[in-house]
């Protein structure tokens, strides 16, 4: 018989955990309970990679056979212990209420409301207009060989390096990988999306017969595209050890270069995680420490097109 809920000790705090036996991967037998207790495990982590940032949430309240929606308003009913940040919008210079993660309660709250996916800003309530993340998505059409593409992630490291950034690689959980930089929050997303999108057409232009930077889909053939589209105000990108809401219950897993010859962008599901974490620390634990200048950067990438 089902338990209606449970209580969780969760810091300071109690979080009740409704349904916990509603599953929500079918195939997996993964139910909230399996979900909630990825995120506690994996909270100490993944907070750094959202402190500051306003969340989207993807919710699957009847699991991921059933259509989940993106949440980005906070809604009234949230406990007044989260935190709710106000985010002005562009298009018509209204506010909208997001929620900014502090600590495991607040993972393992949103847990419960099925939250599957945590998508994040490439900036902090610090510079809002200013991008600390600069991300390239390396995303395939069907049928491309994994090795195509981690020789496509390590070709935009090295393009990345040559222009006086550092780049760390995920796992998406997903399609792909994200090669991700960081800055220092120095310029407006208008020069970031600007650097990311001549980085992109650079190594494009160096690969045209595999690479491509063609928004409309019947433009690409069988090329992988390199997506910079997450570099804009508002725009989301999945977070470190978030779960993806697809069959597999893959997580998006930071990743050493190192292992990146073995890695698959789906490789590590829910409980390879957990041994994941317990063998090894989090290899973007230090990522901020290598923020640099996207100007000086967009400088040498101007060098390097003469």
Known sequence: MSSPKHELEVGDRTVTVSNPDKVLYPDEH????????HYQRVADAMLPHLRGRPLSLRRFPDGIGQEGFFQKEASDFFPDWLEIVEVPRVEDGKVLHQIVCRDPADLVYLANLATLEFHIWPSTMAALDKPDRLVIDVDPPDGTPVSELRDIARRLRRLVEQIGLTAFVQATGGRGFHVVTPLDASAGYDDVRDLARGIADHAA??????????????????????????????????????????????VATPLDWSELGKAKPNGVDLKRIQRRLGQKADPWRSIDDSAASPATAAEQLENLRR
Do not use: C, H, M, W
Request: hydrophobic letters at 35%; zero cysteines.
């Open 30 to 37: 993964l139910a909230k309970d399996d979900v909630v207790g």
């Open 205 to 250: 232009s160096e690969d045209p017969d595999r690479l491509t930077t063609a928004i409309r889909k019947d433009s690409r053939g069988d090329r992988v595209f390199l997506d910079t589209n997450r570099n804009g105000y508002a725009q989301t990108i999945v977070a470190p050890y978030s779960l993806r809401a697809r069959p597999g219950a893959a």
